[in-house]
């Protein structure tokens, strides 16, 4: 099952282009070709980011939940991304059919 994040920004935010830069850097060097990564321009999509309740950017969502509501510590963010790939597998072995 992949793992999808999704990066909150708007254009000219010079802390969502940090943001974007230092997260994306930690998905490369995990190397796991399960997570997907997609930016979302909260003006181009400003009802998606209110469903999922984005109040400012740049906020993270994984798998359709925020789960950021704010830029996280690469720690943070690494400790998530490591946890969500675990479970990946542990529904995968327990559910192949589901594999995506």
């Avoid at 850097?25 to 469903?51: C, F, H, M, P, Q």
């Avoid at 969500?84 to 559910?95: G, I």
Wanted: proline fraction near 5%; aromatic fraction near 6%.
């Amino acid at each position: 099952m992949t793992v999808k994040i999704e990066a909150f920004y708007t254009p000219g935010c010079s802390k969502c282009a940090q943001a974007k830069e230092t997260l994306k850097s930690i998905v490369e060097k995990l190397g796991d070709e399960r997570i997907t990564w997609r930016d979302v321009n909260v003006l181009e999509e400003i009802d998606y980011a209110v469903e999922l309740g984005v109040l400012s950017p740049p906020a993270i969502a994984i798998d359709g939940a925020l789960v950021f509501h704010a830029l996280p510590s690469a720690e943070k963010f690494t400790r998530e991304l490591l946890k969500r790939l675990e479970q990946s597998v542990r529904d995968d072995a327990q559910n192949p059919a589901r594999k995506k």
